[in-house]
């Protein structure tokens, strides 16, 4: 039976793993580069929670959302709305004709706060908003769809319609949400300004240390039974559903909590880069982060977070050193990882791991563990598919 730090930590080549992430983001790079890097890798990183919902929804569970960039979106712009009232103070906006309300609301001729900005003026409310919000939305999607056995490429057709359709309107209503410029200038947190590059340190880490929590969550999940039994539905769903299990209750809880984990990850990218705006929400920044845990490993997560600073990394550095380029170069990074190495960086890893002496046996460890995992589940699915 797995202790609860087994469940957390992932045995000893999950400790490892956790080990070495935890040295680079930690330790090295924050020594390595200066604050303008830094605070770049801290966006990046925010992707990563989005990556770790992937590897959890569609690595493990066998559906694959190309819409997750709207519940990073809703997060980001709880924030952001909560950012926008604090430096919308009446002192700060007495120009306008309406002071003490956004700045593009005035512009739109709005002459008084929507009430559905009220709850953003307190911080715990924030916080509690970007938690639920992109929780329900999923869980009114995750419903609509799974309940009707809806799955595979319909189900990503679908999200990606719904993410397409959310940055239309947050653009159509601009408003209440800032149209397609979004919601910027944000520059205090309670009065703490956030753009010091002390703030920035400060912010990095926060958000490392959310993402390592994310990442305790996600395995806590898939080491449980449910997380053997999410397994079991990727690959055998109709035998999971006829061993008496609800296929879709399983698949909205995933769904949901994927949901919230992009949402801290949008949370965090507004406090570190200062705004939020539609394009962060829609179709192309969704296949992204597709992108993101493919190269990673989708059935890693410490992989995720690699192949999302190797994307963006690459992204990085072709879009300054070929600006004509950039996009067919990193079009080829991704169709090489998919091609050559199907399982991504965390395939390599795996694969190489073994020829190195001291952790050849902890490798066997925990594929041995694995092997007698899936095999104990299998007893148990054909158990529970005679008595059905």
Known sequence: MKTLSDKLLGGKQGVLGLALLALLILVILPLGLDIFRLNLVGKYLTY????????????????????QGMFFGLGGYCMAMFLKLE???P????????????????????TALPWFWEPFKSLPLTILAI??????????IGFAMFKRRVGGVYFAIIT????????????????????????????TMLGWDIRTDSAKYILYYVNALLLFGCIFLSRYIL???????LLAMRDKEERVRFSGYDVSDFKIFTFCVAA????????MFTLQVGFMSPSFVGIVPSIEMVIFAAVGGRMSLIGAVYGTLL??????????????????????????????????????????????????????????????????????????????
Request: proline share 3%.
């Open 87 to 89: 430096a919308s103070d």
């Open 91 to 110: 002192i700060s906006t007495k120009i306008q004709t309406t002071p003490g309300i956004p700045d593009f609301m005035d512009w739109n001729q709005l």
């Open 48 to 67: 990563a929670f989005v990556a770790l919902s992937l590897v959890l929804l569609w690595g493990n569970g066998g559906v694959l959302s190309l819409g």
């Open 131 to 140: 938690l639920i919000v992109p929780t329900i939305f999923a869980y009114i």
């Open 311 to 388: 994307v963006n990394y690459g992204k990085t550095v072709f879009s300054e050193t070929y600006p004509e380029l950039w996009l067919f170069l990193m079009g080829g990074l991704f169709i090489a990882v998919v091609m050559f190495f199907p399982d991504g960086l965390a395939g390599i890893y795996q694969k190489h791991a073994r020829k190195i002496p001291f952790l050849k046996r902890w490798v066997a460890e925990e594929k041995q563990k694995q092997t007698d995992a899936h095999a104990s589940h299998g007893k148990v699915g054909n158990k529970l598919g005679a008595e059905a």
């Open 223 to 229: 080491t449980s039974k449910f997380g053997m039994l």
């Open 260 to 267: 919230m984990i992009s949402a801290i990850g949008g949370a």
């Open 160 to 187: 990606q319609a719904i993410a397409l359709i959310l940055s239309i309107l947050i653009v159509g209503q601009q408003g209440y949400t800032g149209g397609v410029n979004g919601i910027t200038d944000l520059k």
